[in-house]
Nanobody, 129 residues
């Protein structure tokens, strides 16, 4: 059974930091890309950051640049979030997309943007002002 389990969310003051974890099981981890997405109240879901497990290539969305860092260790992917702002308040999801056939950054980006096969249940990040 495929499982993606997020942890590390919660309430934090603006300017603070959180580290989200996504523990993956039930599939061949190295064949996938793992992405972090978020959905704020009343807004569409957006991609935050994505990492190729096989080679570590990273694809950051606009919201991640300069403040968020994705990383991996064994079967877990992390999202380190620094200098959090109230606008970062959202439910954060991790997702896994099959990436073993990707031969280029372009194809990897397609997986990150459109090719997620499995999703976690999400975890709330609430940034107070």
């Amino acid at each position: 059974e495929v499982q993606l389990v997020e942890s590390g969310g919660g309430l934090v003051q603006a300017g603070g930091s959180l580290r989200l974890s996504c523990a993956a099981s039930g599939f061949t981890f190295d064949d996938y890309a793992i992405g972090w997405f978020r959905q704020a109240p009343g807004k569409e879901r957006e991609g935050v950051s994505c990492i190729s497990i096989s080679n570590g290539t990273i694809y950051d969305g606009d919201s991640a640049k300069g403040r968020f860092t994705i990383s991996k260790d064994k079967n877990t992917v992390f999202l380190q979030m620094n200098r959090l702002e109230p606008e970062d308040t959202a439910v954060y999801y991790c997702a896994a997309g099959f990436n073993a056939d990707s031969d280029s950054d372009y194809e990897f980006h397609l997986v990150c943007n459109y090719g997620m096969n499995y999703w976690g249940k999400g975890i709330l990040v609430n940034v107070s002002s």
